[in-house]
């Protein structure tokens, strides 16, 4: 009898000092495939359950991953793979899972195929060495492996899940509700909509909080997830309203951290279609049409009144967080609505003309499309402005399903990372894969494809450079906004930003 209450004391005691973070956050997941879809959303969760080759330490250094080390060769990359490594079934890691990883991502369903710069394909040397094969030098490729997730084969094949979902289709696989990787969390379950719940993998190789039990929960309601947050039901917010940051400032039990951002708020135009998709002349293939349209746009506005200051302008896609930002693009364009008017008539639209704008409906995308709608409509331009759930819009941008829309983008890498996916003219290799409206310069191609095999860092910073460069003269986009990170949270929680804004629970602790 006092043995079974020692125990059942023990057991007590053990369940008491579980530690359970809940999380919240407006934006829903969307599949737990891996290699599906490039939304930063899905990441928050999968980079969880699913370790990269190449890692992030806790401030933000690249290290070590599922690879040790990794060396350049003539034909690619030779990466020396950690031993030991188990997946959450107790299968061991292998060079396999990365050969089989690297070629589903390859796969035409796969949206992550710009993680794999210049890559043609993946080979075994032994049981903890993999040759990545490539079709030039790719001095990117380690930065771009820390966003390429790694998952079980014997899993994949005994689900019959070897290719990605395809996600644009609507497609339900079994690895788009399970998943399996060596990550520091298992996925215990995902409920749309609701909420994911993650548990610590007591096997995990490397670093790891203190957090047991993790609740992403999905909560639409800026309102509530500050109530939420202010009462303790919720320890941790990673998107707050903007509105409510100052006053989460002076909460007590609440603290707001902020840092810088890698991410970019954007607009993008369809500048390859005759005809928009809602009928009528396409006035986007004008290049005075989109330069009226970015001079109709106050971009102080947007970042003071909007983004409430945690935010600022420029006219590059990528931020000065990120590495290769040059500083001839820190300053926006010139707002001149005067000018917008005398534009759009030379175009030949005298009386301006109407378009669909479509936007993520969840913040702060949704309050800065109502912004610019607002703009542009003292300039002619009428917008039918449709806001949209942030999973409904990735399809339609990636099947190029949109003529005006807004969109934001992170990338794992330098500059490259930025314009191989949205500046370059789409192709069968993944190029230009998140370029909707499928913008097309032959010189900004000629300079990205010279600066990715480029060894030389200077030279291939200014190729890099000069290609945003171009596709800024042609109005390629409109930079809403260079974001900043900022997350709410209670006292107890333990944790540094991170500049790609996804919260990373293997150096999160709750006091």
């Known amino acids: 009898m006092k043995r079974a209450l020692v ?3 023990l057991l007590l005691s053990l369940t008491a000092a579980a530690k359970t973070l809940r999380y919240a956050s407006a934006y829903e997941p969307g599949t737990m495939d891996p290699h599906a879809v490039g939304s930063a ?7 969880m359950v699913y370790d990269t080759l190449v890692a992030r330490d806790e401030d933000f250094r690249v290290a070590p991953g599922l690879a040790l080390s990794w060396a350049s060769q003539p034909t690619g990359w030779r990466l020396k793979l950690r031993p030991g490594v188990k997946f ?3 299968t061991a890691f292998s060079a396999d899972d990365v050969v089989f990883s690297i070629e589903r991502a390859l796969s035409p369903t796969s949206q992550v195929r710009f993680n794999l710069p210049n890559v043609t394909g993946a080979k075994k040397v032994d049981a903890l060495t993999v040759d990545i094969l490539t079709s030039g030098p790719t001095p990117v490729l380690p930065l771009a492996l820390t966003n390429l997730r790694i998952m079980s084969r014997a899993w994949s094949v005994a689900h019959k899940v070897e290719k990605p979902q ?3 289709a609507k497609q339900d696989t079994f690895a788009a509700r399970n998943a399996m990787g060596t990550g520091p969390y298992k996925l215990k379950e995902w409920v749309p909509d609701v909420r994911t719940v993650l548990v610590q993998n007591k096997d995990y190789w490397g670093p790891h909080g203190n957090v047991d039990e993790a609740h992403y929960l999905v909560v639409s309601s800026a309102a509530t997830r500050l109530a939420g947050l202010v009462s303790g039901e919720i320890d941790f917010v990673i998107d707050p309203a903007l509105q409510d940051v100052d006053r989460l400032e002076r909460t007590p039990g609440v603290k707001v951290l902020k840092g810088p951002s890698r991410g970019t708020q954007f607009l ?3 500048h390859a279609r005759e005809t928009l998709l809602e009928g009528g002349k396409n006035p986007f293939k004008d290049r005075r049409v989109r330069e009226a349209v970015r001079s109709a746009i106050d971009y102080e506005a947007l970042n003071t009144k909007i983004m409430r200051k945690l935010g600022t302008s420029g006219r590059s896609l990528y931020t000065p967080a990120v590495d290769g930002f040059d500083p001839r693009f820190g300053k926006p ?4 609505p005067e000018r917008s008017r005398a534009l759009l008539k030379e175009a030949g639209y005298p009386a301006g003309f109407t378009v669909t704008l479509t936007c993520s409906a969840s913040q702060p995308a949704d309050a800065l499309c109502q912004g610019v709608s607002a703009m542009l409509a003292r300039v002619g331009i ?4 449709q806001a949209i759930p942030f999973n409904n819009l990735t399809p339609k941008v990636t099947s190029r399903e949109v003529t005006f829309y807004a969109l934001g983008w992170t990338p794992s890498t330098d500059v490259e990372g930025v314009l191989v996916p949205l500046v370059h003219t789409p192709n069968t290799a993944g190029d230009g894969d998140y370029n909707a409206g499928r913008y097309s310069n032959a010189r900004a191609d000629g300079l990205i494809d010279r600066a990715r095999v480029e060894l030389d860092p200077a030279k291939r910073t200014a190729m890099l450079t000069e290609a945003m460069a171009v596709a800024d003269e042609d109005v390629a986009y409109i930079i809403l906004t260079h974001r900043s990170v900022y997350w709410a949270m209670r006292d107890k929680v333990r944790v540094k930003t991170r500049p790609n804004d996804l919260l990373d629970l293997r ?5």
């Open 507 to 511: 150096y999160l602790n709750l006091d």
């Open 7 to 9: 125990l059942a004391l």
């Open 166 to 168: 395809d996600y644009a």
């Open 88 to 90: 959450h079934d107790g």
């Open 382 to 385: 009428k917008v039918n402005y």
């Open 41 to 47: 959303y899905a990441t928050r969760v999968l980079n």
């Open 333 to 336: 364009a010139a707002y001149d």
């Open 268 to 270: 993008g135009f369809d």
